[in-house]
């Protein structure tokens, strides 16, 4: 079993930036899919990106060149930095984690587990 806990969301201006982090109580948690998502109210979630055993980085095309997706072997915990943000980064973000080495696909219904999720809201 593992738990997510994501933090680090907020506000910010067009052009921004923000990290967001996900510990993971899994010790070996960095062994596997983890992944970031997104939604907005009356959407359905959105893939972010995603990172394999390997450090092996996938992205969604709205947010490749602006976002970093990168993990921390040592204590298990994700991270997602945002730069060049803009007004349509705003949503919910959520950690995800999958039981495989690798990440085949950035799709919602193939992740089992998922943190609380952490607001990020960008103003023009």
């Known amino acids: 079993q593992v738990q997510l806990v994501e933090s680090g969301g907020g506000s910010a201006q067009a052009g921004g930036s923000l990290k967001l982090s996900c510990a993971a109580s899994?010790?070996?948690?960095?062994?596997?899919?983890m992944a970031w998502f997104r939604q907005v109210p009356g959407q359905e979630r959105e893939g972010v990106a995603a990172i394999d055993r390997s450090g092996r980085p996938m992205y969604a095309d709205s947010v490749k060149d602006r976002f970093t997706i990168s993990r921390d072997s040592a204590d298990n915990t994700l991270y997602l930095l945002m730069n060049k943000l803009k007004p349509e980064d705003t949503a919910a973000y959520y950690c995800?984690?999958?039981?495989?080495?690798?990440?085949?696909?950035?799709?919602?219904?193939?992740?089992?587990?998922w943190g609380q999720g952490t607001q990020v809201t960008v103003s023009s």
């Open positions: 899994r010790n070996d948690a960095s062994q596997f899919c």
């Open positions: 995800a984690y999958r039981g495989l080495y690798y990440c085949p696909v950035l799709k919602a219904s193939e992740f089992a587990t």
